[in-house]
């Protein structure tokens, strides 16, 4: 009931308060239209927010095509109170910023030469022209300032069907970047899992283009996927499942997602635990995946520590029963929940009744506070150091391991012990 209220009153907002109506976003493009008559459109909104715009969603990233160049952009914005930042000068991308938002700003332009990874690239004027040169329709939907939508490939169209489509012939778009099956899985995932047969054809004759594409750039795109609320639903098309899975073949577990969605909100997706039940087993696969794709240190240490956990938790049953108290204050109330989560998607032995209890305790568990701290020992004789630190790790080890536990005498005992 929540959410379609919230959906609800984010369409009415979107309707009465559209973003093309903002003050910072009208007063850039005033800026840029500067020296050009009113019927020579200069910018014009692209993209992700100009689908979500005609969806009612929320509008996160603003992206904007214009007939300027990176040099004429920064000339007519010298002067103002914006920031610009070259993030793609190569491509003919600025990065705007102001008080409120961020813009990418990109000069329309035409491909003169492909090989799937890299592409020559010709500027130009003609919005046409620059459609054609885009990806899918429903990512070639333009939108003026005024709120006006210029569809060149009838992208409003596929995006009220649900239909996500290859501008003209797909075998022809993949070979100019191969990185665009990706996007087209992550596209279908988020609109509809159905794949026609003449597209599934013209991606699995490509896969091996793939290969040709920087890791780095392939984990953007399937982190995005494992984004979506609707990656859980991958499982409904055999078709791109089986695609995914070609593209992606450390994803060994797919069918453990069936499992998850017994018990898991969709609506909070997390993409670290989606990684932890698709890769984590008991052949260090998590490893080779963080190791292929150069996953972020945070990543890989989350991994590393979930797989270490869940092997722990097979061999000692008590981590959720008279170890609770102490799991839960070392590792907190959430990361137990997601570890639990995980392990009941992991392990089909589990039963859902079982998930939820085990759920219910941890909600339900007192968090002890460690109450000595740095001012406390200093009373007792302690001077200010290094020695201050370990002190206090090495008294709070023994409140843990004596059930939250400890007497002053024993402080004292300790810092006498080990400290004087």
């Known amino acids: 009931m929540f959410n379609l209220s919230f959906n609800y009153l984010q369409n009415i907002k ?51 095509a214009t007939i300027l160049t990176v040099d004429q952009i920064k000339e007519k914005l010298s002067g103002t109170n914006l920031k610009i930042i070259d993030t793609g000068i190569k491509h003919g991308t600025l990065t705007i910023v102001s008080k409120n938002q961020k813009i990418e700003i990109t000069t ?6 492909t090989d799937g990874r890299h592409a020559v690239i010709q500027y130009t ?18 939108l003026n300032i005024n709120g006006k939508i210029f569809d060149p490939q009838m992208g409003t169209i596929d995006l009220k069907n649900k239909n996500v489509k290859f501008i003209g012939d797909p075998q022809k778009r993949i070979e100019e970047d191969y990185l665009r099956i990706i996007r087209f899985i992550r596209f279908k995932i988020m609109y509809d899992i159905n794949v026609e047969k003449t597209t599934s054809d013209a991606i699995k004759q490509n896969l091996d283009g793939i290969k040709k ?33 070609m593209i992606f073949p450390e994803f060994l577990y797919l069918d453990r997602l069936e499992r998850l969605k017994k018990i ?30 150069n996953v972020s240190n945070r990543i890989k240490e989350n991994l590393k520590k979930i797989a270490l956990q869940l092997t722990h938790i097979k061999k000692n049953k008590d981590f959720f029963e008279k170890d609770l108290k102490r799991n839960v204050y070392i590792f907190g109330k959430n990361h137990l929940i997601n570890l639990n989560l995980i392990n009941f998607s992991i392990n089909s032995k589990i039963k859902t009744q079982e998930f939820f209890k085990i759920t219910k305790k941890i909600l339900g568990s007192n968090v002890p506070k460690f ?19 370990r002190a ?7 409140w843990i391991n004596n059930n939250f536990e400890i007497s002053n005498k024993r402080v004292k005992e300790l810092i006498e012990k080990n400290f004087n």
Request: with cysteine; proline share 1%.
């Open 108 to 113: 329309l332009r035409k491909d003169i030469k």
């Open 125 to 142: 004027d003609n919005w046409q022209l620059d459609s054609e040169r885009r990806d899918f329709t429903i990512n070639a939907i333009y």
């Open 213 to 245: 594409i920087s890791k780095e750039r392939v984990l953007i795109e399937l982190l995005k996927i494992l984004e979506l609320k609707s990656v859980l639903n991958i499982n409904k098309n055999q078709n791109l499942k089986e695609i995914f899975s």
């Open 392 to 398: 206090l790790k090495l008294i709070e080890k023994e």
């Open 264 to 293: 898991y909100n969709i609506n909070n997706t997390n993409k670290e635990i989606l990684l932890a039940v698709l890769l984590i087993d008991d052949n260090d696969n998590h490893e080779y995946f963080s190791h292929k794709y």
């Open 371 to 389: 109450k000595i701290d740095g001012d406390y020992l200093k009373k007792n004789g302690m001077r200010e150091g290094e020695s201050l630190g």
């Open 14 to 64: 979107n309707f009465i308060f559209p973003f093309y109506k903002n003050k910072e976003l009208r007063f850039i493009f005033k800026k840029l239209q500067e020296g050009f008559p009113k019927d020579k459109e200069v910018t014009k909104f692209v993209g992700g927010c100009v689908r979500k715009h005609i969806l009612g969603e929320k509008i996160e990233d603003i992206d904007v």
